[in-house]
């Protein structure tokens, strides 16, 4: 069996094949740092941890690398509108990031690149693309020169004429073609800037992803991703601005996850259907998002609302009950029973098909039915009198195979104290802000969890139930 990918680039299925046996070198685009994050920045970093999850479950050894852009626009807005300095709102935001995609169970990248420690390798970037007459430089400007690359256009699937049509120069830019876009922009009055040869001045966004990602993985990766709307125009100078410095492809594959509805409405600040991971994580547990966010194929759209996540957190807790219950029948399960082959046949074959559906572009959604199998294979056996050690065992580690992957813990006796402390901990502010819904919310959700929390005088006291 080999894993087929939906490439972008070819708008098809394609077995994956890395450029090194057992080696893959992936860039995911990482958020600019200028506010906390909402579920639309969750949806790729919970889907492409998850393929990192699953190409390493597949026995590939994956250096994964998701950047910052860590001063541009937004920030140096933000940072007038605040007071501060850009560097420390960048600060204080890849701070939040971390501390939201760790709650989701996201795994951290082996590098998170940073623009503003990268920016010598930007600026030699630049001068290179200079040096073969792909881009230019007016007034402390550097401009890419778009029409020069001829296979502009094959990632988005637009041709340069369609382009043009739309292509507007914006006041203040001195661009010869308005198909060509900045790659260094000099610097104004009072804003942050970096010494170059073409003066004072910060990178444009597109050439910050393309010289970090050939820095920290060479010339040619293997996987590309990112959000469907990073697709054009980024995605796309990416690879203008790689493969005429390179004269190599820069991704051999390119995925793309799907926009986020709110209530069947495309979420967006104008409509204020604009929702923050962090608000969403004191109303759920962080594994029910995640769980949710999995719920549907990576490429499709998905519509958040508050019925569906109450739906998803209520197919966690028949997934956790199971595993729980095996768990306690362990204890007293004997060494074998007569049809233990006949159930160690039947958990291997829920193995080899959540392989086939994963296999598949990927596909959580179906990779969750087969879980819901294993549930309803695992409750089933539970009903006899009479089971086997050997068989509770397979199931338990198949129900761990397939947590690990997907990044989910079924396992919820495991919480950890400090955890329950901080449920603790927010109830009590909830109960101190007189914000009583919440505070009864924490306790039910540390009851479900088997957590029996004491209010006394001397202040909360908790123990496992």
């Known amino acids: 069996m080999s894993i087929k990918i939906y490439n972008t680039l070819s708008r098809k299925k394609e077995e994956f094949i890395p450029l090194e046996d057992n080696k893959v070198k992936m860039y995911v685009c990482g958020p600019t740092v200028y506010n906390y994050i909402h579920i639309g920045n969750a949806r790729p970093a919970i889907v492409y941890d998850t393929v990192r999850r699953y190409l390493e479950y597949r026995g590939y050894d994956v250096k994964y690398v998701s950047n910052f852009t860590d001063v541009d626009d937004k920030l140096i807005k933000a940072a007038n509108d605040l007071g501060e300095t850009v560097p420390e709102i960048a600060e204080r935001f890849i701070k939040a990031y ?3 995609i760790d709650a989701l169970g996201c795994k951290r990248a082996d590098v998170h690149p940073r623009v503003t420690e990268n920016m010598e390798t930007i600026i030699e970037f630049i001068q290179a693309l200079i040096d073969k007459n792909y881009a230019y430089e007016v007034d402390g400007d550097v401009y890419y020169k778009t029409r020069y690359f001829k296979e502009y256009g094959k990632l988005s699937h637009q041709s340069i004429d369609e382009l043009h049509a739309g ?5 203040g830019e001195k661009k010869r073609d308005p198909l060509d876009f900045a790659l260094w922009k000099a610097a104004k009055e009072g804003e942050i800037s970096w010494d170059s040869p073409w003066g004072k001045g910060r990178p444009g966004w597109h050439i910050e992803c393309s010289a970090m990602a050939r820095k920290y993985l060479g010339d040619t990766i293997d996987i590309h991703a990112g959000g469907q709307d990073l697709t054009f125009p980024h995605h796309e100078n990416e690879i203008a601005q790689s493969e005429a410095l390179t004269g190599k492809p820069f991704a051999k594959y390119w995925m793309h996850n799907g926009y986020i509805n709110i209530n069947n409405e495309k979420m967006s600040k104008s409509l204020g259907n604009f929702i ?6 004191k109303q759920y547990d962080p594994q029910v998002f995640r769980f949710f966010m999995l719920s549907v194929h990576y490429r499709h759209p998905i519509n958040y609302s508050k019925e569906l996540l109450d739906s998803t957190k209520n197919g966690l807790e028949r997934i956790r009950t ?3 219950n095996l768990k306690h029948r362990l204890e007293s399960s004997a060494n074998l029973t007569d049809d233990d082959e006949k159930w160690l046949e039947e958990i291997s074959r829920l193995k080899k ?9 990927f596909n959580t959604a179906n990779a969750i039915s087969v879980i819901f199998d294993l549930v309803k294979n695992a409750n089933y056996y539970l009903e006899r009198k009479n089971t086997s050690e050997k068989v509770i065992k397979a199931f338990l580690q198949l129900f761990n195979e397939f947590g690990d992957v997907l990044g989910l813990t079924f ?14 901990n927010e109830r009590n502010q909830a109960r101190k802000e007189r914000n009583f819904a919440l505070a009864d919310k924490i306790r039910d959700q540390l009851k479900e969890m088997n957590i029996i929390l004491e209010d006394t005088p001397q202040g909360t006291r908790w123990k496992r139930g």
């Not at 923050?276 to 994580?281: A, N, S």
């Not at 098909?353 to 572009?361: S, V």
């Not at 396992?411 to 603790?424: A, C, G, N």
């Open 167 to 171: 292509a507007r120069i914006q006041i």
């Open 276 to 281: 923050l991971v962090q608000d969403v994580l």
């Open 98 to 100: 971390f501390s939201d």
């Open 353 to 361: 098909e959540f392989i086939h559906e994963m296999d598949d572009d």
């Open 322 to 324: 199971s595993y729980i």
């Open 411 to 424: 396992d919820v006796q495991e919480l950890l104290d400090e955890d329950i402390e901080r449920l603790i």
